[in-house]
């Protein structure tokens, strides 16, 4: 498997604590069949946190330093979790704003009370300067719990919906686990990453949502969304779906 939204770089936001912590959430992906991980920290959109961005890549140096010296088989990539503002259009225009991997995807985000058409528009100007979007946690978000539907507008213009382990087990509450599964039914969701922040609460292991996702549909969907469509993020290639 591929997760490609992990908070799992050390004390830079709310997710890993310590290097420790780090190592230890990788040893935890790794075991429940993790082999690669996106470093996504959280990122505000406005040129104040482009200054971020060299810290974020010093602690991913030292992270993959130290996962080589402990020998945990995990490979890292680059990216941030981006919180779109006003001044995030901004940045894409001018290219600034930090992808995953080596492809032009970006990771975005929104508060959790966002109107849908302020996140539409948002995105639809963001992707007009380049970028491809992947939406984080569309099923967390209050206008996409009041009607689900509304994703197929992002599907269709190419967007990749990115689910929650959590919302799918239940730990973001019965809204967004029924939503996450009216994504599902629709045969919307594109992926599905850990949103990991830590060893003890919203950890990297992989483990159960992957026997959820086995269990609910095909094999070959499965996979697409752990591991052939976060492959192909990464690198900046086109999406797949389930014939």
């Given at each position: ?8 770089l ?54 993959q ?20 503002l ?62 689900s ?56 292991h ?12 095909q ?23 389930d014939?």
């Amino acid at each position: 498997m591929i997760d490609l939204h992990c908070h799992i770089l050390p004390d830079i936001d709310d997710g890993a604590a310590s290097l420790g912590v780090s190592l230890e959430m990788a040893r935890m992906a790794q075991v429940s069949g993790v082999k690669e991980i996106a470093a996504t920290p959280h990122f505000r959109g406005d040129s104040e946190s482009l200054g971020m961005l060299a810290d974020i890549q010093q602690r991913f140096d030292r992270l993959q330093a130290m996962l080589a010296r402990d020998q945990i088989p995990i490979r890292l990539h680059r990216g941030a979790e981006v919180l779109c503002l006003p001044q995030t259009v901004e940045l894409a225009a001018d290219h600034q704003l930090p992808t995953l991997g080596t492809g032009n995807y970006v990771l975005t985000e929104f508060y959790f009370d966002e109107s849908f058409d302020y996140m539409d528009e948002m995105l639809t100007q963001i992707a007009g300067y380049g970028y491809r979007i992947v939406v984080a946690h569309p099923e967390r978000y209050e206008a996409i719990q009041r009607d689900s539907r509304r994703l197929r507008r992002w599907a269709r213009q190419g967007f990749a919906l990115q689910l929650n382990k959590g919302s799918i087990l239940g730990s973001f509450g019965p809204r967004a686990e029924r939503v996450a599964n009216e994504i599902m039914a629709m045969g919307l969701a594109h992926l599905i990453a850990s949103d990991g922040h830590g060893c003890q609460h919203r950890t990297p292991h992989m483990g159960a949502v992957k026997e959820w996702a086995e269990a609910m549909c095909q094999e070959s969907y499965a996979k697409i969304l752990l591991e052939r469509n976060p492959r192909r993020i990464l690198e900046g290639r086109p999406l797949v779906s389930d014939d």
